[in-house]
């Protein structure tokens, strides 16, 4: 069959190449590789920032957006042939810690975790891959033209039930979410805000057109710009800050309401400094009752909460997120930057 590989840590290495067909082992479902999408990890992965190889193997299957259609089941298995199915990300570490022993491997504290197509495990992006049957996720059948969305829907639902429990500490009812970012997670976290009945506004560089159009078609306020500043007045109960951008950041910790819950997904790079007054930032989040919390991955719990928010979403809006859809064999192609939301591996062509 044929696979999307790379080598970790080397530069530019990703290639299509044939590869023996996966074997399930026992409790294993083999599965059809319909779609992967493509995010900022694998494009890291190909820079060689970020990724570790199998045990005793340098090249490895890219891919943790998945989406598949099950070939064969093991007997008793609550899966049949022909259903749609993504796979969860993250294994737990082999110790394990003890947020892993209770299946919370996204909170996994020794980081020995390892995870399909980044850490120590093949990914998805293949003709045929296996899952542990307590790894798939099923998915409702109408969901096969958007399913690779429910992985990053999953990193977003984790988000909103982690805001859910730090909400709970005291009384809560946001009104307002402020969304920094129109990628693929700030769309998807504008869209189960807007299901949570929020008033919802996201904040792009982007000038308009598609982002624009996609956050105002979610009944959510678009606005163009690089800074908080105009959000100062209007303080918004809960911010999700998705772009990473050191200032940005910097700025949502003094922008929310009181009692304000400031919730990080985006990742920032290192060596940029910015000059901060920390004395304001400590008051402002102290005196008003603030969190601020990062969060990242997601267990089963989040990827079914996932499964049913795209359900309940309108299918036409999720297909807009998909921009482009390159064939598996010319995968290169899907790992060029064309100014996309999200671009997907057709993994059947
Ligand atoms: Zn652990």
Redesign the pocket.
């Known amino acids: 069959m044929r696979a999307l590989t790379f080598v970790p840590g080397g530069k530019g290495t990703l290639d299509v190449e044939e590869v023996p067909d996966p074997e399930p082992g026992k409790g294993e479902l083999l599965v059809q590789g319909l779609a992967l999408g493509i995010c900022g990890t694998d494009r890291e992965l190909d820079a060689a920032d970020y990724g570790w190889p199998p045990p005793g193997k340098d090249r490895m299957i890219i891919g943790h957006e998945s989406l598949g259609r099950v070939l064969e089941t093991p007997e008793g298995s609550a899966f049949s042939p022909g259903d749609l199915i993504v796979g969860v990300v993250r294994r ?2 082999p ?3 003890g ?2 022993v209770r299946g919370e ?1 996204d909170m ?3 980081g ?2 390892t995870e399909r197509g980044i850490k120590e495990l093949d990914g998805y992006g293949s003709e045929r891959w296996t899952v542990e049957a307590g790894y798939a996720i099923r998915l409702d059948p109408a969901l096969e033209s958007v399913g690779m969305l429910v992985e990053p829907a999953a990193v977003v639902a984790k988000a909103w039930e982690h805001i859910e429990r730090i909400g709970a500490r005291a009384w809560f009812e946001p009104h307002t979410l402020l969304v920094t970012g129109a990628g693929p997670v700030g769309l998807l976290a504008a869209l189960l805000g807007r299901q949570r009945g929020l008033e919802v506004h996201v904040l792009d560089r982007a000038a308009g057109g598609l982002k624009s159009s996609l956050v105002e078609a979610l009944g959510a306020t678009y606005h163009s710009g690089t800074s908080l500043e105009s959000f100062r007045a209007a303080e918004p109960d809960i911010i999700i800050e998705c772009t990473g951008a050191g200032s940005l950041v910097i700025e949502t910790m003094t922008t929310t309401a009181a009692a304000g819950i400031v919730c990080l997904c985006g990742l920032s790079a290192g060596g940029l400094t910015h000059r901060v007054d920390a004395g304001v930032i400590n008051r402002d989040i102290v005196l008003e009752n603030d969190v601020v919390f990062g969060t990242v991955n997601a267990n089963q719990r989040h990827f079914r909460a996932a499964a049913e928010a795209l359900a309940e979403a309108d299918r036409g809006w999720l297909e807009r997120l998909i921009t482009r859809r390159v064939p598996l064999s010319r995968a290169l192609e899907a790992f060029e930057p064309a100014g996309d939301v999200k671009v997907v591996l057709d993994l059947t062509a």
Do not use: I, K, S
């Open positions: 737990p570490d110790v394990p810690c947020a892993c491997f996994c504290r020794n020995r975790y």
